[in-house]
Protein backbone atom coordinates (compact mmCIF):
# COMPACT_ATOMS: atom_id res chain seq x y z
CA UNK A 1 0.00 0.00 0.00
CA UNK A 2 1.19 3.26 -0.79
CA UNK A 3 1.72 6.08 1.89
CA UNK A 4 -0.20 8.64 -0.29
CA UNK A 5 -3.14 7.43 -2.21
CA UNK A 6 -4.49 9.84 -5.11
CA UNK A 7 -7.31 8.57 -7.77
CA UNK A 8 -5.21 9.79 -11.05
CA UNK A 9 -8.62 10.74 -12.95
CA UNK A 10 -9.03 12.25 -15.36
CA UNK A 11 -11.82 14.57 -13.84
CA UNK A 12 -13.79 16.00 -16.45
CA UNK A 13 -16.40 18.84 -15.07
CA UNK A 14 -18.00 21.92 -17.02
CA UNK A 15 -16.41 25.39 -16.85
CA UNK A 16 -18.43 27.26 -13.46
CA UNK A 17 -18.26 23.98 -11.47
CA UNK A 18 -16.95 23.02 -7.96
CA UNK A 19 -14.50 20.33 -8.81
CA UNK A 20 -13.24 18.60 -5.49
CA UNK A 21 -9.98 16.42 -5.23
CA UNK A 22 -8.76 14.12 -2.50
CA UNK A 23 -5.97 12.15 -0.95
CA UNK A 24 -5.85 9.76 1.54
CA UNK A 25 -2.89 8.79 3.32
CA UNK A 26 -1.22 5.98 6.02
CA UNK A 27 1.33 7.66 7.70
CA UNK A 28 -0.16 9.28 11.32
CA UNK A 29 3.37 11.58 11.37
CA UNK A 30 2.01 13.81 8.60
CA UNK A 31 1.64 16.80 9.75
CA UNK A 32 2.29 19.00 6.67
CA UNK A 33 -0.32 19.00 3.53
CA UNK A 34 0.04 20.37 0.23
CA UNK A 35 -1.67 20.91 -3.14
CA UNK A 36 0.74 21.51 -6.23
CA UNK A 37 -0.46 22.15 -9.60
CA UNK A 38 1.28 20.96 -12.79
CA UNK A 39 0.85 22.09 -16.07
CA UNK A 40 2.16 20.11 -19.03
CA UNK A 41 5.42 20.20 -19.91
CA UNK A 42 6.14 22.69 -16.46
CA UNK A 43 7.33 21.62 -13.11
CA UNK A 44 4.87 21.97 -10.14
CA UNK A 45 3.43 24.75 -8.83
CA UNK A 46 2.87 25.26 -4.86
CA UNK A 47 -1.09 26.10 -4.84
CA UNK A 48 -1.98 25.82 -0.81
CA UNK A 49 -0.16 24.31 2.43
CA UNK A 50 -1.65 23.76 5.87
CA UNK A 51 -0.27 22.58 8.79
CA UNK A 52 -2.29 19.95 11.01
CA UNK A 53 -6.42 20.14 10.70
CA UNK A 54 -8.66 21.86 9.44
CA UNK A 55 -9.52 24.62 6.81
CA UNK A 56 -7.78 26.81 5.01
CA UNK A 57 -9.05 29.48 2.12
CA UNK A 58 -7.49 31.33 -1.00
CA UNK A 59 -9.42 32.91 -3.46
CA UNK A 60 -11.23 30.24 -5.36
CA UNK A 61 -9.19 27.72 -3.53
CA UNK A 62 -10.28 25.59 -0.34
CA UNK A 63 -7.99 23.00 1.36
CA UNK A 64 -9.14 20.93 3.52
CA UNK A 65 -7.52 18.40 6.26
CA UNK A 66 -9.33 15.66 8.51
CA UNK A 67 -6.46 13.74 10.54
CA UNK A 68 -8.30 11.75 12.23
CA UNK A 69 -9.84 10.19 8.87
CA UNK A 70 -6.77 10.69 6.80
CA UNK A 71 -8.31 12.08 4.00
CA UNK A 72 -7.32 15.98 2.44
CA UNK A 73 -9.21 17.52 0.01
CA UNK A 74 -8.94 20.46 -2.38
CA UNK A 75 -12.06 22.48 -3.71
CA UNK A 76 -12.08 24.84 -6.48
CA UNK A 77 -14.94 27.14 -6.84
CA UNK A 78 -16.13 28.58 -9.90
CA UNK A 79 -13.65 25.71 -11.95
CA UNK A 80 -12.36 27.77 -15.14
CA UNK A 81 -10.25 25.91 -17.89
CA UNK A 82 -7.21 27.71 -16.89
CA UNK A 83 -7.33 25.62 -13.81
CA UNK A 84 -6.99 22.21 -16.32
CA UNK A 85 -3.88 20.76 -14.90
CA UNK A 86 -2.89 17.79 -12.63
CA UNK A 87 -2.97 18.19 -9.15
CA UNK A 88 -0.67 16.79 -6.94
CA UNK A 89 -1.07 16.25 -3.50
CA UNK A 90 1.96 15.96 -0.82
CA UNK A 91 2.47 15.56 2.80
CA UNK A 92 5.23 15.84 5.19
CA UNK A 93 6.16 14.75 8.67
CA UNK A 94 8.49 16.69 10.76
CA UNK A 95 11.64 15.84 8.27
CA UNK A 96 9.97 18.24 5.84
CA UNK A 97 10.84 15.37 3.31
CA UNK A 98 7.54 14.99 0.97
CA UNK A 99 5.62 12.15 0.27
CA UNK A 100 4.13 13.01 -2.99
CA UNK A 101 0.50 11.45 -4.55
CA UNK A 102 0.35 10.30 -8.28
CA UNK A 103 -1.88 13.40 -8.91
CA UNK A 104 -5.23 14.03 -10.66
CA UNK A 105 -5.53 15.32 -13.76
CA UNK A 106 -8.57 17.88 -13.81
CA UNK A 107 -10.03 18.82 -17.30
CA UNK A 108 -12.47 21.79 -17.11
CA UNK A 109 -15.06 22.17 -20.51
CA UNK A 110 -16.45 25.35 -21.42
CA UNK B 1 13.14 37.00 -9.51
CA UNK B 2 14.69 34.21 -11.82
CA UNK B 3 13.21 30.66 -11.15
CA UNK B 4 15.17 27.02 -11.49
CA UNK B 5 16.52 27.18 -14.55
CA UNK B 6 16.97 22.98 -16.30
CA UNK B 7 19.11 22.26 -19.58
CA UNK B 8 18.37 20.34 -21.54
CA UNK B 9 14.56 20.61 -21.97
CA UNK B 10 14.55 17.16 -24.42
CA UNK B 11 17.10 14.18 -24.52
CA UNK B 12 16.97 11.01 -26.34
CA UNK B 13 19.68 8.21 -25.78
CA UNK B 14 20.23 4.93 -26.60
CA UNK B 15 20.32 2.37 -23.50
CA UNK B 16 23.40 2.27 -22.56
CA UNK B 17 24.68 5.82 -23.02
CA UNK B 18 25.20 8.40 -20.66
CA UNK B 19 23.62 11.73 -20.12
CA UNK B 20 23.68 14.46 -17.74
CA UNK B 21 21.57 17.19 -16.86
CA UNK B 22 22.05 20.59 -14.91
CA UNK B 23 20.40 22.51 -12.57
CA UNK B 24 20.59 26.24 -11.62
CA UNK B 25 18.34 27.38 -8.84
CA UNK B 26 16.67 30.45 -7.43
CA UNK B 27 19.45 32.73 -5.87
CA UNK B 28 20.08 31.76 -2.34
CA UNK B 29 17.93 28.53 -1.71
CA UNK B 30 20.31 26.57 0.16
CA UNK B 31 18.79 23.05 -0.91
CA UNK B 32 17.98 21.40 -4.14
CA UNK B 33 16.12 18.53 -4.87
CA UNK B 34 16.53 16.24 -8.08
CA UNK B 35 13.23 14.24 -8.78
CA UNK B 36 12.27 11.49 -11.43
CA UNK B 37 8.92 11.59 -12.71
CA UNK B 38 7.49 8.64 -14.74
CA UNK B 39 4.35 9.59 -16.35
CA UNK B 40 0.97 9.49 -14.80
CA UNK B 41 3.02 8.94 -11.21
CA UNK B 42 3.84 11.68 -8.61
CA UNK B 43 7.65 13.01 -8.34
CA UNK B 44 10.23 10.80 -6.62
CA UNK B 45 12.71 12.18 -4.66
CA UNK B 46 16.35 10.85 -6.11
CA UNK B 47 18.71 12.97 -4.33
CA UNK B 48 18.46 16.06 -1.30
CA UNK B 49 21.35 18.56 -1.51
CA UNK B 50 22.07 21.13 1.83
CA UNK B 51 24.56 23.80 0.62
CA UNK B 52 26.71 21.63 -1.34
CA UNK B 53 26.19 18.46 0.99
CA UNK B 54 23.91 15.28 0.74
CA UNK B 55 21.07 15.19 3.24
CA UNK B 56 19.26 12.19 1.39
CA UNK B 57 20.27 9.99 -1.61
CA UNK B 58 18.54 6.88 -0.13
CA UNK B 59 16.32 6.51 -3.30
CA UNK B 60 19.17 7.39 -5.95
CA UNK B 61 20.29 3.93 -8.05
CA UNK B 62 24.01 4.70 -7.65
CA UNK B 63 25.52 1.53 -9.51
CA UNK B 64 23.70 4.24 -12.58
CA UNK B 65 23.36 7.42 -11.17
CA UNK B 66 25.44 10.42 -9.68
CA UNK B 67 24.99 13.70 -8.75
CA UNK B 68 27.02 16.36 -7.68
CA UNK B 69 26.47 20.11 -6.41
CA UNK B 70 29.72 22.03 -6.40
CA UNK B 71 29.91 25.65 -4.39
CA UNK B 72 26.70 24.93 -2.94
CA UNK B 73 24.71 26.14 -6.17
CA UNK B 74 24.60 24.70 -9.57
CA UNK B 75 24.20 20.93 -9.63
CA UNK B 76 24.52 17.97 -12.00
CA UNK B 77 22.72 14.78 -12.38
CA UNK B 78 24.34 11.55 -14.32
CA UNK B 79 23.10 8.19 -15.33
CA UNK B 80 25.01 6.02 -16.85
CA UNK B 81 24.82 3.41 -17.91
CA UNK B 82 20.80 4.54 -18.75
CA UNK B 83 17.73 1.73 -19.26
CA UNK B 84 14.87 1.75 -21.07
CA UNK B 85 13.33 2.28 -17.28
CA UNK B 86 15.10 5.89 -17.20
CA UNK B 87 12.59 7.16 -19.67
CA UNK B 88 10.73 9.62 -17.40
CA UNK B 89 11.07 13.62 -16.68
CA UNK B 90 13.81 14.59 -14.40
CA UNK B 91 12.68 17.66 -12.25
CA UNK B 92 15.27 20.15 -10.32
CA UNK B 93 13.57 21.64 -7.13
CA UNK B 94 15.24 24.65 -4.38
CA UNK B 95 13.86 25.63 -1.06
CA UNK B 96 14.68 26.83 1.82
CA UNK B 97 15.59 30.68 1.76
CA UNK B 98 15.05 30.88 5.29
CA UNK B 99 14.93 29.05 8.52
CA UNK B 100 11.02 28.20 9.14
CA UNK B 101 9.65 24.67 8.53
CA UNK B 102 7.64 26.48 5.67
CA UNK B 103 10.32 27.72 3.53
CA UNK B 104 11.34 24.01 3.05
CA UNK B 105 7.60 22.91 2.07
CA UNK B 106 7.54 25.18 -0.81
CA UNK B 107 9.72 23.69 -3.48
CA UNK B 108 9.96 25.76 -6.71
CA UNK B 109 10.51 23.38 -9.39
CA UNK B 110 12.67 23.96 -12.99
CA UNK B 111 10.58 22.52 -16.10
CA UNK B 112 12.40 19.62 -16.18
CA UNK B 113 14.19 17.62 -18.92
CA UNK B 114 12.20 14.73 -20.74
CA UNK B 115 14.88 11.85 -21.49
CA UNK B 116 13.62 8.93 -23.61
CA UNK B 117 15.51 5.92 -23.53
CA UNK B 118 15.91 3.60 -26.42
Known amino acids: QKEVEQDPGPLSVPEGAIVSLNCTYS??????FMWYRQYSRKGPELLMYTYSSGNKEDGRFTAQVDKSSKYISLFIRDSQPSDSATYLCAMSASNYQLIWGAGTKLIIKP | EAGVAQSPRYKIIEKRQSVAFWCNPI?????LYWYQQILGQGPKLLIQFQNNGVVDDSQLPKDRFSAERLKGVDSTLKIQPAKLEDSAVYLC????????????????FGPGTRLTVL
Open chain 2, 27 to 31: SGHAT
Open chain 2, 93 to 108: ASSGSGTSGGSFLEQF
Open chain 1, 27 to 32: NSAFQY
